[in-house]
C-alpha cells in the first residue's frame, strides 16, 4: 500500500507540488524568508545603533551584545542586521539587470541571427575571455571604489550569461510552428518575442537567476572585502568581514558577518535547485514518484 510523505499531510505543505516539499527546499524558503524579514524590519529588530560607537570595544558576544562588539565598539547583531538592508537589495537589483540586459540582447542575438548575433556574441566572449573576479576588481577600481561602482563593476562580469543562455533557448523556439505561425499572421518582431518567445525561455532564465543571487552576493562582498565597495562607516558585510582581518582573535567580528553571507547563498542556491526541479517535468515526475 503506497505511503504519503507525512509532511504532505499538514497545513499548507500538501498544497505545494512535490518539489517544495523537500527538506532543501524548506529549509531555503525559511532562510530567504527570515533575511527578508531582517532585512525590512532592522530599524525594529536591531539592539542598537548600527553606527554608534558606544560599547566596550572587542566585547566578546554575551549578554547586551549577543554577536559582540568590534574594534570601534559598535554592535556586530546590529551591524548585520542592517547589512541586510544593503547586501540584499543591491544583489536583487544586480541579478535584475543581469537578467533585463543579458536577456534582452540574448533574444536579440537569437532571434536575429547574421550581424547582431556575431556582434552581441562576440561582446559577450570578449567578458568571458577574462577571469570574473578579476575583470571586476579592475572594473570597479576604475571607476572608483564605491558601492555604486561595485554593482557596476558585477554587472559587467553578469550579463554575458544570461545573452548566451537566452540565445539558445530562442534558436530553439524561433524555427517552431507557433512562432512561424504569428509572422506568417503579420505579427511584428516585438510581438512575436512578447508573446510566443518569451513564455518559453523564462523558466531556464527564471532558475539560473535565482541561483546566481548567491555569486553575486559573494562577488559584491569579495569587492567590498578588498577595498572596492562599501567605505566604512557602511555595515556591509563584505567590508566588515574585512574589519575582522584586522583583529583576528576576535573571531567574532568576521564570523557573523561571514555567516550571514553564508546562510543567504545557501538558501536562494537551495531555492534555485528547487525552482529547476519544479520546472523540469522529469525532475518533478520522478519526485513525485519517490514521494509516493
Same mark, same amino acid.
Given at each position: 500500500?503506497?505511503?504519503?510523505?507525512? #509532511?504532505?499531510?499538514?497545513?499548507?505543505?500538501?498544497? #505545494?507540488? @512535490?518539489?517544495?516539499?523537500? *527538506?532543501?527546499?524548506?529549509?531555503?524558503?525559511?532562510?530567504?524568508?527570515?533575511?527578508?524579514?531582517?532585512?525590512?524590519?532592522?530599524?525594529? #529588530?536591531? *539592539?542598537?545603533?548600527?553606527?554608534?560607537? @558606544?560599547? *566596550?570595544?572587542?566585547?566578546?558576544?554575551?549578554?547586551?551584545h549577543w554577536f559582540g562588539t568590534d574594534q570601534l565598539g559598535r554592535d556586530i547583531l546590529s551591524r548585520v542586521m542592517y547589512g541586510a538592508r544593503v547586501s540584499i537589495p543591491l544583489t536583487l537589483l544586480l541579478v535584475a539587470l543581469s537578467v533585463l540586459i543579458g536577456g534582452l540582447l540574448g533574444a536579440c542575438a537569437g532571434y536575429f541571427g547574421k550581424w547582431v548575433d556575431e556582434t552581441i556574441m562576440r561582446l559577450a566572449d570578449l567578458v568571458f575571455a577574462f577571469p570574473t573576479v578579476i575583470l571586476a576588481m579592475v572594473v570597479a577600481a576604475a571607476l572608483g571604489a564605491s558601492l555604486t561602482n561595485a554593482v557596476l563593476a558585477v554587472l559587467v562580469v553578469a550579463w554575458p550569461a544570461y545573452a548566451r543562455v537566452t540565445r539558445g533557448l530562442v534558436l530553439g523556439v524561433r524555427e517552431r510552428e507557433f512562432v512561424l505561425s504569428g509572422r506568417l499572421l503579420g505579427f511584428s518582431v516585438w510581438r512575436s518575442l512578447r508573446v510566443d518567445v518569451l513564455p518559453n525561455v523564462t523558466g531556464p532564465i527564471l532558475v539560473l537567476a535565482t541561483l546566481d543571487i548567491g555569486t553575486a552576493l559573494l562577488l559584491l562582498s569579495g569587492l567590498s572585502f578588498l577595498g572596492l565597495g562599501a567605505k566604512p562607516p557602511s555595515p556591509e558585510w563584505g567590508a566588515m568581514v574585512a574589519s575582522g582581518v584586522e583583529v583576528f582573535d576576535s573571531w567574532w567580528v568576521a564570523t557573523f558577518p561571514g555567516l550571514a553571507i553564508l546562510t543567504v547563498v545557501l538558501a536562494f542556491n537551495f531555492l534555485g535547485d528547487t525552482l529547476r526541479d519544479a520546472l523540469d517535468p522529469r525532475t518533478a515526475r520522478a519526485i513525485k514518484e519517490r514521494a509516493l
Open positions: 500500500m503506497r505511503r504519503r510523505d507525512p #509532511l504532505a499531510r499538514k497545513g499548507l505543505l500538501r498544497r #505545494l507540488p @512535490e518539489a517544495w516539499r523537500q *527538506p532543501l527546499a524548506i529549509v531555503g524558503g525559511v532562510l530567504a524568508v527570515a533575511w527578508v524579514v531582517v532585512a525590512l524590519a532592522a530599524p525594529v #529588530l536591531a *539592539p542598537h545603533d548600527p553606527l554608534a560607537q @558606544e560599547l *566596550p570595544r572587542l566585547a566578546p558576544p554575551g549578554p547586551g
